[in-house]
């Protein structure tokens, strides 16, 4: 069973600072990768995606993810922290054939501090 | 476009009553979904339409139904509510070219007392 593990509940960095957002996964094959951010009180917007090929991959905002599948691991990244990105962020895996089932993991939020 | 609309946006219910949330997508995607969010427990799947005229059982199905009314709206119906069912909902959709993203309307926010 496909299953993703986010190890951090809650991260605080200083504005201005770098980011990593850890995502690990398990899947049997190189799944589809997903990262969402959650704003105060608004629903899930899709950050950024991988299907396949260059395994960094930008997205929205600023942020990028690398896959490394020898780590099973698809972390977001950004160079430098705005306030504005205060939010929770969530990993997905969705299984790469047949019905895509979504998986998501359990969120990590994200405090910013002038 | 609207996207993902879901009505009403909060609500509060004694124990033992009933509602029905409402969703509905214009994106002409295929796939719904319903999650209900927790602090410390993510999204959990708890019902889910993966096309017009089908539905299935998610993760937490207990003391809820849906119903895919037609290809747009897809409907979550408590029966009786209980303080257990206190949780933010949100509904959901995706398309089959998509690769699995799904789009997300607001949340219904529900207390149950």
């Known amino acids: 069973a496909q299953s993703v593990t986010q190890p951090d509940i809650h991260i605080t960095v200083s504005e201005g600072a770098s980011l990593e957002l850890r995502c690990n996964y398990s899947?049997?094959?190189?799944?589809?990768l997903f990262w969402y951010v959650q704003s105060p009180g608004q629903g899930l917007q899709l950050l950024l995606k991988?299907?396949?090929?260059?395994?960094l991959v930008q997205g929205i905002k600023g942020f990028e993810a690398e896959f490394k599948r020898s780590q099973s691991s698809f972390n977001l990244r950004k160079p430098s922290v705005h306030w504005s990105d205060a939010a929770e962020y969530f990993c997905?895996?969705?299984?790469?054939?047949?019905?895509?089932?979504?998986?998501f993991g359990i969120g990590t939020k994200l405090q910013v501090i002038p | 476009n609207a996207g993902v609309t879901q009505t009403p946006k909060f609500q509060v219910l004694k124990t033992g009553q009933s509602m029905t949330l409402q969703c509905a997508q214009d994106?002409?995607?295929?796939?719904m979904y319903w999650y209900r969010q927790d602090p410390g427990m993510g999204l959990r799947l708890i019902y889910y339409s993966a096309s017009e005229g089908t539905t299935d059982k998610g993760e937490v199905p207990n003391g809820y139904n849906v119903s895919r009314l037609n290809k747009r709206e897809f409907s979550l119906r408590l029966e009786s509510a209980a303080p257990s069912q206190t949780s933010v909902y949100f509904c959901a959709s995706s398309g089959d070219a998509g690769g699995g993203e799904q789009f997300f309307g607001p949340g219904t926010r529900l207390t149950v007392l």
């Open positions: 899947y049997g094959a190189t799944p589809y």
């Open positions: 994106m002409n995607h295929n796939s």
């Open positions: 991988y299907f396949s090929g260059d395994t």
């Open positions: 997905a895996v969705v299984n790469s054939g047949g019905y895509q089932k979504v998986t």
